[in-house]
Structures are given as structure tokens and as C-alpha cells.
T-cell receptor
Framework: ETGVTQTPRHLVMGMTNKKSLKCEQHLGHNAMYWYKQSAKKPLELMFVYSLEERVENNSVPSRFSPECPNSSHLFLHLHTLQPEDSALYLCASSQETAARTQYFGPGTRLLVL | AQTVTQSQPEMSVQEAETVTLSCTYD???????LFWYKQPPSRQMILVIRQEAYKQQNATENRFSVNFQKAAKSFSLKISDSQLGDAAMYFCAYRSPIIQGAQKLVFGQGTRLTINP
């Protein structure tokens, strides 16, 4: 595997379910990100981890719970979601130098029924 | 707070012709980076081109080039010799200086580019 991978690619869940999204980066980066992409809205930054420490939480509801056990893996734990949480969830990673950019995974398409 | 605006929700161009996508941003910082990302139907965001604000020379990557006007806070993307594979959503993004070892990207709303054969 190369780059940034995300599993699952598609997920359908009920509002009472608990599920987790997984992201793995194979680039040796030390920062990882979760974004939410909804229809007709700009990408919204949800969480930022640097060296496995959370450095930003953009007022995300507590029904989204991130976890970064090491610099290569990032999880987003989901519970009691709402239909408006249906979106594409993108993971990205970067290396903490000035010129580096973020590399994105293919995303998980989430549908909450 | 920084904002990024893409005023063209949709654009279309004939194959082999040139198209320019617009982007403006608002910031009080002097040192920053600007990016254009492409998101094809496969959904994976791919970096197209990057511009450092301290560089006066416009960035170029093969058929892709930018017109960076720092004073006007404008950052347009020009695609020359458009190809069918260029069809995608294009996002302009602003990156402020690194905080605690991580970047913060602010994205525009996106422009959907259609290539007509």
C-alpha cells in the first residue's frame, strides 16, 4: 500500500450504531487530519493531530471521537450520529516542514439513516 | 480568520482549449502557501500546484500554471490544452504558517470543471 488509505470506502449506519473509520498513511508523515466534505459546502477541518497529540478540534460534536494511536494511524469513532452527518470523510497527512503539503486518502462515504 | 472564495461553481471548456479558474482569499498574514487541489470522480484529492506567497514568480506544472496577485489576494489556475482527464472538482486552498507541527488548510467551495470533447 502506498500513500494514504481509508477503510471502509462506504458505510451505511443507523443513528444508534457505533462504527469507526480508519485511516493509514504510508508516507512517514507526522501529522494527520480529518475533514468532512458535504455537498455544496467547503471542506471542513474536523481534527488535527501532530506527533499523535491532538492540536485542533474545530468545535466538532462529541458524537465524533478521534483517536491517533501512532503517527501512521488515525481513527474516527462514530456513535449516535444524525442524518446530517452523512458526508464524505477525508483523511490527510503531512510532514511538519514549511514546504510540505497534505496528501489525502480516497475518503469514506458515510450515510446515516 | 482566513477565507477562500471560488466564485465559479461550474466551468466548461472544449478539449484542447485553455480555461482559467478563479480564486480569491482574505488574510492578514504575509507568509502563507496557496494550493490548487483536484478531486476527480474517484474522490481522492490530488495536489495540482502550490505557490509560496514570498515567491513573486508564478508556479507552473506542465499544463497547469497560476496567476498569483498578492496585493489583490487573487490566485487563479490556468489549464492549457485541456484534456478529458482534467474533468474534476477543483479546490483552491490557503495554508497559514504551521502551528504545533501541523498545517491548517482553508478550502474554497470548489469549481466543477467539465471538458467537452
Amino acid at each position: 500500500e502506498t500513500g494514504v488509505t481509508q477503510t471502509p470506502r462506504h458505510l451505511v449506519m443507523g443513528m444508534t450504531n457505533k462504527k469507526s473509520l480508519k485511516c493509514e498513511q504510508h508516507l512517514g508523515h507526522n501529522a494527520m487530519y480529518w475533514y468532512k466534505q458535504s455537498a455544496k459546502k467547503p471542506l471542513e477541518l474536523m481534527f488535527v493531530y501532530s506527533l499523535e497529540e491532538r492540536v485542533e478540534n474545530n468545535s466538532v460534536p462529541s458524537r465524533f471521537s478521534p483517536e491517533c494511536p501512532n503517527s501512521s494511524h488515525l481513527f474516527l469513532h462514530l456513535h449516535t450520529l444524525q442524518p446530517e452527518d452523512s458526508a464524505l470523510y477525508l483523511c490527510a497527512s503531512s510532514q511538519e516542514t514549511a514546504a510540505r503539503t497534505q496528501y489525502f486518502g480516497p475518503g469514506t462515504r458515510l450515510l446515516v439513516l | 480568520a482566513q477565507t477562500v472564495t471560488q466564485s465559479q461553481p461550474e466551468m466548461s471548456v472544449q478539449e484542447a482549449e485553455t480555461v482559467t479558474l478563479s480564486c480569491t482569499y482574505d488574510t492578514s498574514e504575509s507568509d502563507y502557501y496557496l494550493f490548487w487541489y483536484k478531486q476527480p470522480p474517484s474522490r481522492q484529492m490530488i495536489l495540482v500546484i502550490r505557490q509560496e506567497a514570498y515567491k513573486q514568480q508564478n508556479a507552473t506544472e506542465n499544463r497547469f500554471s497560476v496567476n498569483f496577485q498578492k496585493a489583490a489576494k487573487s490566485f487563479s489556475l490556468k489549464i492549457s490544452d485541456s484534456q478529458l482527464g482534467d474533468a474534476a472538482m477543483y479546490f483552491c486552498a490557503y495554508r497559514s504558517p504551521i502551528i504545533q507541527g501541523a498545517q491548517k488548510l482553508v478550502f474554497g467551495q470548489g469549481t466543477r470543471l467539465t471538458i467537452n470533447p
